[in-house]
Nanobody, 124 residues
């Protein structure tokens, strides 16, 4: 019943922007934090960003800080990841996942339900 669906990925040139969406169904985001993760071929899944439900606090990995912005729209039960100034090293499959109430970091083991991912490719 619990389902997360990522969308918005695609092929973009370096320096351009993409906006990813994480749409939730089967539960409300009102009481859950959402994390964004990414995994490139041959590499481990790494945390990118997360946003808490209780106070709306956010966390960003150093690699994306200042370039990416996470936000939520509880009325639409959706979390967004605005990605600006994209670099080739941002190329990966991006996943969203849930954690109860809040997050202060993005650790894979701390998150539960996962989406199937959306491909982001940054190349000229």
């Amino acid at each position: 019943q619990v389902q997360l669906v990522e969308s918005g990925g695609g092929l973009v040139q370096p320096g351009r922007s993409l906006r990813l969406s994480c749409a939730a169904s089967g539960f409300t985001l009102d009481y859950y934090a959402i994390g964004w993760f990414r995994q490139a071929p041959g590499k481990e899944r790494e945390g990118v960003s997360c946003i808490s439900s209780s106070d709306g606090s956010t966390y960003y990995a150093d690699s994306v800080k200042g370039r990416f912005t996470i936000s939520r729209d509880n009325a639409k039960n959706t979390v967004y990841l605005q990605m600006n100034s994209l670099k080739p090293e941002d190329t990966a499959v991006y996943y969203c996942a849930t954690r109860f109430r809040f997050c202060r970091s993005v650790v894979v083991a701390d998150f539960g339900s996962w989406g199937q991912g959306t491909q982001v490719t940054v190349s000229s």
